[in-house]
C-alpha cells in the first residue's frame, strides 16, 4: 500500500506560473550581461563609470560560462546555483588541467583496446591483411570466430570464387579457417624452445623482435602441414600464409566446425578405430614425415567424416630435435591416457606406444633413460617450464652425447679416487651397465 502522505490529486495541484521571459539559469544572465559591451570593448553604466569587457567581474563570470564547455567527465559542481566568478590565472589552470586528464584518459582507453584486441588475434595491422584480402577478391567474407585459444584466435572465412588471381585448373576451399596467431608474447615465453633449434629456421630465430617470432611460428605450421599433407596424413590444407595470419580450409561443414576427440560422442567401435587410427598416424609422422607433434592430445585432434584430423603442429619438431624424444615421450603418454579413460580395450602403455613409433628395441634402450638424457636426468614437471629464468643444469643438452661424456668422466674419477682409498665399485641394477656406483668397502654388506 502507497501512505497517504504520498497520495496527491493532480487537480488539487496548484499551478506554479512561469515566466517566459525569465533566464533558465545564471549562466544565462551573464552572458546576456556580456553580450551588453559593443564591440568597441567598453560602455558607460548608469551612474557614468567605463566598463570594459576586462571588467573583473565580468571576466569572472565569463570564465564560469566557459568552464561550462568543458568535457562531461569533469567535475563543475552546481556553477548555475550561485553568482561563481573565476580569474583568468584560475580558469587557464583548469582548463590546462582538464585537456591533461582527457588526453590521459582517451590514452589508457587506446591503450586497452590495442591490449584487447592483440589477446584476440586482431591488432590493426591483422586486420589490414584481412581487409586487403578481400580487396583483392581472395576472401568473399569472414563469418566470425570459431575458437580463441592462448595462441590464437581461428576465423571462419569463404574464398571468392571470382578470385581473378587464380590460374586455370587451380581453385581454393570454399570454407576456410583463418588462424591469427596472437601478436603478444604473454602465452609464448617458450616459443623458442621448438624453434631455435629447427636447422630450417637456423640463423633466423631472434629474441629481440617478438613479431619476428611469431611470424615464424607461423611459418613453421605452413611447412610442417605441407610436409604431413605430402605424406598423406588427414590435416587441414594450406591456402595462403602472410605475415601472422594462416588460411587453411575448414575441417567442418556449413560453418560448423568438426569437434575435438574430447568433445566428440563415439561409440565403442568408433573409439576403437580411432585409437587404432591415431596408432597409425603416429608411427607414420614419425617415420614419413620425419616430425614429432609436440602437443598431441585429444584437443589437438578433430573428429571428421568418421576419420582424425591433426592440427595445431606449429611446435611440431624433427626427430633429429633435442628435445624430440621427450615430445614424442609426452604425445604417447596423453593418447594413452585418453583412450585408457575412455574404455578402450588393449591399449598400448605410454613406453609400448613410444617403441612402437620409434622402432627402438625396448631390449636395448629403456624409454625413461632415453627421456631422463634430454632433460640431464630431471623429471619432466621440472623442466616443463623452461625460459630463460630456468637454472642451466635444469636445461636440456643440446645431444645426449654431452651427458654420456660427462657420467663417464665423473665415474673414472670417482673409481680413481675411490680406487686408491681402498674401496670397491659395483654396478647398481637400477641404472644402465656402462656406470656403475661406487661404495666405500665398509660399507658393502657381505653375501
Not at 274 to 302: F, G, Q, T
Not at 315 to 331: I, K, N, T, Y
Amino acid at each position: 500500500m502507497v501512505p497517504e502522505e504520498l497520495l496527491y490529486d493532480e487537480e488539487d495541484q496548484a499551478e506554479v506560473p512561469v515566466d517566459p521571459k525569465a533566464d533558465w539559469d545564471r549562466f544565462e544572465t551573464n552572458e546576456k550581461e556580456e553580450k551588453t559591451i559593443p564591440r568597441v570593448g567598453y560602455k558607460v553604466n548608469e551612474d557614468g563609470e567605463m566598463v570594459t569587457k576586462h571588467n573583473q567581474d565580468i571576466s569572472g563570470r565569463k570564465n564560469a560560462c566557459k568552464v561550462m564547455s568543458f568535457p562531461p567527465e569533469f567535475s563543475t559542481g552546481d556553477g548555475a546555483g550561485f553568482d561563481m566568478k573565476l580569474s583568468n590565472k584560475v580558469f587557464n589552470q583548469l582548463k590546462s588541467h582538464s585537456k591533461k586528464t582527457t588526453k590521459k584518459q582517451h590514452k589508457a582507453a587506446d591503450r586497452k583496446e590495442n591490449i584487447a584486441t592483440a589477446e584476440m588475434g586482431l591488432d590493426e595491422p591483422t586486420r589490414m591483411i584481412l581487409y586487403k584480402w578481400i580487396n583483392n577478391q581472395l576472401l568473399e567474407s569472414i563469418d566470425g570466430i570459431i575458437s580463441t585459444g592462448k595462441e590464437a584466435v581461428i576465423l571462419h572465412g569463404e574464398t571468392d570464387p571470382t578470385n581473378p588471381n587464380l590460374e586455370e585448373g587451380e581453385s581454393y576451399p570454399k570454407e576456410v579457417a583463418i588462424k591469427v596467431f596472437s601478436t603478444t608474447l604473454n602465452e609464448f615465453k617458450q616459443r623458442d624452445r621448438y624453434i631455435k633449434d629447427d636447422f630450417r629456421f637456423a640463423g633466423r630465430f631472434s629474441k629481440q623482435n617478438a613479431r619476428t617470432v611469431i611470424n615464424m611460428w607461423a611459418e613453421k605450421e605452413l611447412h610442417n602441414l605441407n610436409r604431413m599433407k605430402r605424406m598423406g596424413i588427414r590435416c587441414p590444407e594450406v591456402v595462403v600464409l602472410k605475415k601472422n595470419i594462416l588460411v587453411m580450409s575448414f575441417i567442418g561443414e556449413n560453418l560448423v566446425p568438426a569437434p575435438k576427440l574430447k568433445e566428440a560422442v563415439l561409440s565403442e567401435a568408433q573409439l576403437i578405430c580411432a585409437y587404432e587410427e591415431m596408432v597409425e598416424i603416429m608411427h607414420k609422422l614419425y617415420n614419413e614425415a620425419r616430425l614429432v607433434h609436440a602437443d598431441l592430445s585429444e584437443y589437438n585432434i578433430l573428429w571428421f567424416d568418421e576419420q582424425c584430423w591433426i592440427i595445431d603442429v606449429a611446435q611440431s619438431v624433427e626427430p633429429g630435435h633435442p628435445g624430440a624424444l621427450e615430445f614424442l615421450m609426452r604425445d604417447c603418454d596423453n593418447i594413452s591416457t585418453f583412450f585408457t579413460k575412455r574404455g578402450v580395450s588393449g591399449v598400448k602403455s605410454k613406453e609400448d606406444l613410444f617403441f612402437h613409433v620409434t622402432g627402438l628395441d625396448p631390449l636395448t634402450h629403456n624409454a625413461t633413460i632415453l627421456e631422463r638424457i634430454h632433460m640431464k636426468g630431471q623429471p619432466a614437471h621440472v623442466v616443463s617450464g623452461i625460459d630463460d629464468d630456468t637454472p642451466e643444469h635444469f636445461k636440456p643438452l643440446e645431444y645426449p652425447f654431452d651427458l654420456a661424456w660427462q657420467k663417464v668422466e665423473k665415474f673414472k674419477g670417482s673409481k680413481k679416487k675411490h680406487h686408491q682409498s681402498g674401496a670397491h665399485c659395483k654396478p647398481e641394477g637400477n641404472v644402465a651397465n656402462e656406470f656403475e656406483t661406487c661404495v666405500p668397502k665398509e660399507e658393502q654388506v657381505s653375501g
